[in-house]
């Protein structure tokens, strides 16, 4: 636990360092290395105020909103298919949703920006998340989860005259909870860590991402501003910190019901 929390909290004591006393205690280690002995500010205001790094963490909440509303219905819809509906070649469509699961991203990632450029979506917020809602992993969390619920409760739905929809919405998901949650945290997580694909598909610097604007804090030839970097890193940490401390129970859940490991 205290090998996992350490950097942490050498990142959020440093946040409030000067430049100089971030390196004065560096070593040999002592409270002072990770405790600031004289607090400021200055380096959050630098960010928030100097380099404008709240527009960045507007766009973060923007596109993880999006991807995770956005994954999380095509997800379940997808899911319920596969789990409860039978239709010629469901199993083998299946088995090509787990293969795109096992596709690096770098090998996709020239054709994603082409397409992006075919459909003139560059340099917009729908290029961040369109090309990760259909989430594979997203699937094969949920149909497992889905394939838990009893079918009585399905069969006593469909003689009382319940659709399909009003099956899926009414009597699935409330009971598959714990796995919509966990798919929630995890979309979540990975659209506000990404860097990699924003960096590439995002030349306009007003929308992109905080990670992509922390990384540009230094500049060749120059010694690195490491309590601004430290300072923006920590308030990108705080969401994801805060959502996975809310969520953890049920992402506990939701992977022993998908049989996730």
Not at 109 to 129: K, N, W
Request: charge should be neutral.
């Amino acid at each position: 636990m205290l090998t996992f929390a350490t950097p942490f909290l050498w990142m959020f004591g440093s946040a409030f360092k000067t430049q100089g006393d971030i390196f004065a205690h560096a070593y040999p280690l002592t409270w002072e290395t990770i405790l600031p002995a004289r607090p400021t500010l200055d380096n959050f205001a630098s960010v928030i105020f100097g380099r404008g790094i709240g527009r960045n963490f507007l766009n973060n909440l923007i596109v993880a909103a999006a991807q995770v509303v956005l994954t999380l219905t095509v997800c379940a819809m997808a899911a319920y298919a596969f789990a409860r509906l039978r239709f010629p070649g469901r199993d083998a469509l299946f088995g090509l949703v787990l293969f795109a699961a096992l596709i690096p991203f770098e090998a996709t990632m020239i054709p994603l920006f082409q397409v992006m450029g075919i459909l003139d979506l560059r340099s917009t917020y729908f290029a961040l998340f369109l090309p990760w809602i259909a989430n594979p992993l997203g699937i094969f969390l949920l149909r497992q989860a889905f394939l838990e619920v009893p079918r009585d409760y399905e069969e006593a739905a469909i003689i009382e005259g319940a659709s399909r929809l009003q099956i899926f919405w009414n009597i699935v998901l409330p009971m598959s909870r714990p796995a919509l949650i966990t798919l929630v945290l995890l979309t979540f997580l990975w659209s506000w860590n990404s860097y990699l694909w924003p960096l590439i598909v995002m030349q306009d610097s007003s929308k992109q991402v905080i990670q992509v604007a922390i990384a540009s804090f230094s500049a060749p030839e120059q010694l690195p501003s490491w309590g601004d970097i430290f300072a923006a890193s920590a308030l990108a940490t705080v969401p994801v910190l805060t959502i996975f401390l809310l969520l953890q129970r049920y992402y506990v859940r939701g992977v022993a019901m998908s049989g996730l490991k």
